[in-house]
């Protein structure tokens, strides 16, 4: 079964400094799809990034971009020119492309604090 | 449009009472997930529903744990007998598309979280 492991319970950074959250995942395939999702106070998961592991250009999203490194199976995120409203607990999660596999595999996650 | 929705948004309730939890996916989502959360942990996965397709239950805990969906629309997760270790967050999603292409989005509700006392 497939495993995300996320090895930092907690993060903090200062306002405006770059922060890199890290990502493990164990899978057979060798094709497939990394989500970070973000998960503010108000529980609600948005999806901040998305990464397709037959691509090898890194996905990036304005300030938020990945370090894909699929032989490490490695998926981390930095975050630049960090804000007050990143503020948040940090999911990545994987989920097979096998039609019909459709549930996405959460790692245990990470907090996010942003010093002003 | 509107978001996926749940209710209620809290529920306490005592050991052994039956409970049950609603979703209403985004309008013409054919895919539905429900996961659970517990206290600062990830998600984990329970069940999915496509369109009129047989459900995934593979993720579901016990038999105390089932779900329903009238077609498209609303679902219901229903935890028989509940246990202090249902104890958690309970998010619904759903994504568009037949078939549920693996490169469609889940859309999050703001989840239910259950209390058992």
């Known amino acids: 079964a497939q495993t995300v492991t996320q090895s930092q319970p907690e993060m903090s950074v200062q306002e405006a400094e770059t922060v890199t959250l890290s990502c493990t995942y164990d899978?057979?395939?060798?094709?497939?799809?990394l989500f970070w999702y973000k998960q503010p106070p108000s529980r609600q998961m948005i999806l901040v990034i998305r990464q397709e592991a037959y691509k090898q250009q890194n996905a990036t999203e304005n300030r938020f971009s990945v370090n894909f490194q699929k032989a490490a199976k490695s998926f981390s995120l930095k975050i630049s020119d960090s804000q007050l409203g990143d503020a948040a607990m940090y999911f990545c999660?994987?989920?097979?492309?096998?039609?019909?596999?459709?549930?996405?595999?959460f790692g245990q996650g990470t907090r996010l604090t942003i010093n002003p | 449009g509107a978001g996926v929705s749940q209710s209620p948004s809290n529920k306490v309730t005592e050991k052994g009472k039956d409970v049950e939890l609603r979703c209403d996916p985004i309008s013409g989502h054919t895919a539905l997930y429900w996961y659970r959360q517990r206290l600062g942990q990830g998600l984990e996965f329970l069940i999915y529903?496509?369109?009129?397709?047989?459900?995934?239950k593979s993720g579901l805990p016990s038999d105390r744990f089932s779900a329903e969906r009238t077609g498209e629309s609303v679902s219901t997760l229903t935890i028989q007998r509940t246990q202090q270790e249902d104890s958690a967050v309970y998010l619904c999603a759903s994504s568009r598309g037949p078939g549920g292409r693996p490169t469609e989005t889940q859309y999050f509700g703001p989840g239910t979280r259950l209390l058992v006392l």
């Open positions: 999660a994987y989920r097979d492309i096998i039609q019909g596999a459709q549930k996405l595999v």
């Open positions: 529903f496509q369109g009129n397709s047989a459900p995934d």
């Open positions: 899978t057979s395939e060798s094709d497939y799809y």
